[in-house]
């Protein structure tokens, strides 16, 4: 059978003239819920996916990615010459990280204290527009950055005076054991969600060592990567050297977990939709098979083939699917580009003033179509088999 009389069979059977109006309007229905699926289905997703990537640039910014414990000076040089064939590390610096008190008028707070000397940083493969360092205090100025989410647990304000309580390497003396204290001036704050393990601070690299009372000569370093979430090529190298190191999955790794699964349910729910859509596309097309037997046994007759019947109803199921995907595909992006403006249009603030983001993925989109054209090729196939089985002779004689 030609494309032609195909096309022109299925926009006969799709138009509801003679007979049968009622199956064309369930798969118009049908064809207009795969298109309301497939626009809330890639809206939400960009906007999830956007916020995830935004809250990745935002909270690893501070928190460290990488931090590798050397057992010797020495063996920074084949290190620097390991990851020198990682792309994805851009830097190494100096670091020393220890567990501290922030005390405060309001109270005590558990913090985890690092220095950085930005100063002795190597660079190894910045991404392009160079590399972003942390803002460190001067050295000697005991100034501290310390976790936003602090400044109202403690009643902080820039300027405030902290005392920072060390008890690593505490000493004995005739009071018994005596931690180490100083006052830190409070100068800068750090971006760290909430649900983090414990609050960062961050201070010069010789402040925070001679707090820690730690020998001079860094046997730490922290490693600045241009995708913290591609980490695997880094920890292969880290592993193969048998060093001992700690990511940023370890503190917030459960944080994005839960991003990625709440980003992966909703998705899932939308997607039942794209389903419900299908089943009624099935159910629309098995009652036009009902409604038009008599047509299909007299094509039969007149020398159409069972395989052209079955071409027939998947091409009317394909038109009709593609046409929702392709539909809902455009209505989606559309939205999705102007989710902000529609929202101020709406007169909804969700995101504080900030602009909504969002995030087109063609590689994501492009899966949720093809899924969604799998599933209803799959619904369709009941029907087309079931036209295709329809004995012509004994339909025309019960039917006469």
Request: hydrophobic share 50%.
């Amino acid at each position: 059978m030609s494309a032609q009389l195909t096309f022109t069979l299925a926009r006969r059977f799709l138009s509801g003239r003679t007979g049968g109006r009622f199956a064309p309007a369930v798969a118009l229905i049908a064809t207009l819920g795969i298109t309301v699926g497939i626009a809330a289905l890639i809206v939400v997703s960009s906007v999830m996916a956007g916020l995830e990537g935004q809250l990745q640039r935002v909270v690893l910014s501070t928190t460290p990615h990488v931090t590798v414990t050397l057992p010797g000076e020495e063996d920074k040089e084949h290190l620097v010459a390991a990851l020198s064939g990682v792309d994805n590390v851009a830097a190494l610096c100096p670091s020393v990280s220890g567990e501290v008190l922030i005390q405060s008028e309001d109270g005590l707070y558990p913090v985890i204290l690092e220095g950085l000397d930005t100063d002795r940083a190597t660079l190894l493969h910045p991404a392009e527009g160079g590399l972003k360092l942390p803002p460190v205090p001067p050295e000697g100025s005991y100034a501290l950055s310390l976790s936003a989410a602090l400044f109202e647990s403690l009643n902080l304000t820039f300027s405030s005076r902290v005392r920072v309580i060390a008890t690593r390497n505490a000493r004995y003396t005739a009071l018994g054991l005596t931690p180490t204290t100083r006052l830190f001036t409070v100068t800068d704050y750090l971006k760290q969600t909430a649900s983090a393990g414990s609050a960062r601070a961050l201070t010069a690299y010789e402040d925070a060592r001679r707090l820690l009372r730690l020998r001079a000569g860094a046997q730490t370093f922290r490693l600045f990567l241009n995708d913290p979430a591609a980490l695997s090529s880094t920890t292969e190298v880290l592993d193969r050297l048998k060093l001992s190191y700690h990511t940023w999955q370890e503190e917030e790794g459960e944080f994005f977990e839960a991003v990625g699964m709440e980003r992966l349910a909703m998705g899932v729910m939308l997607f039942l939709i794209v389903m419900v859509a299908a089943f009624n596309l099935l159910s629309s097309l098995t009652m036009m098979v009902s409604s038009r037997l008599k047509e299909i046994a007299i094509l039969k007759t007149l020398g159409l083939s069972d395989g052209a019947v079955r071409t027939l109803f998947f091409t009317m199921g394909g038109a009709l699917s593609a046409g929702g995907i392709l539909l809902g595909t455009a209505a989606g992006c559309l939205l999705s580009l102007n989710a902000q403006g529609l929202l101020s249009l709406l007169g909804l603030n969700l995101t504080g003033g900030a602009p909504l983001p969002v995030k087109l993925d063609p590689l994501s989109i492009s899966l949720v179509g093809l899924i969604s054209l799998s599933l209803s090729l799959i619904c369709v196939a009941v029907p087309a088999f079931k036209a295709s089985s329809v004995a012509a002779a004994h339909c025309l004689e019960h039917s006469a």
